[in-house]
């Protein structure tokens, strides 16, 4: 039996340039460096635009400024970090309005991930937002029916 992985390793990590096309490029990145195959995949890419465009659109950033990515990994969970320059007005915060037609994107972070945060650098050193998304499926529990497919189910929080 292999033993769990317990100390994250970098999967991959970019510094993007403060422009929305980087949001597509973040996208293909994390893809490209997890897998089409990796369970965590599809969340971990969802999880990487919302936290990059949120950081173009939230943070001071200007063309010119850099915002990096980093994904790492251990056998169970993937971390998916950005870090952007920060904002002297407010900090990353989950929108309360039901009727917004914009800003769900922490939301979506929160529900997707098992856990979630911000890391604060100091005075004009800008911010890190950072998630934990589960690497491999809940296993059911002994009262879960079994699957009449075979197929494995969702890998988010359930």
């Known amino acids: 039996m292999k033993a769990a992985s317990a100390e994250p390793r970098v999967i991959g990590s970019i510094q993007l340039v403060g ?3 980087s949001v597509s490029h973040a996208r293909s990145e ?12 599809d969340d971990a890419v969802l ?10 659109r939230h943070s001071d950033a200007k063309p010119y400024d850099f915002i990096g990515l980093t994904v790492t990994a251990t056998d169970e969970m993937v971390y998916v970090e950005v870090r952007d320059p920060g904002s002297a007005f407010s900090g990353p915060h989950i929108r309360q309005e039901p009727e917004a037609e914009d800003g769900r994107g922490l939301l979506i972070v929160r529900e997707i991930s098992q856990d979630w945060g911000t890391r604060e650098h100091g005075r004009g050193l800008g911010r890190t937002v950072w998630c934990a998304i589960r690497a491999v499926p809940s ?10 497919s075979g197929s494995v189910g969702g890998c988010g929080p359930g």
């Open 19 to 21: 422009i929305r096309e």
């Open 30 to 41: 994390v893809r490209r460096w997890l897998g089409d195959d990796h369970p965590a995949v």
């Open 47 to 56: 999880v990487a635009s919302e936290l990059v465009t949120n950081a173009l």
């Open 139 to 148: 296993s059911p529990g002994p009262s879960a029916p079994e699957s009449v």
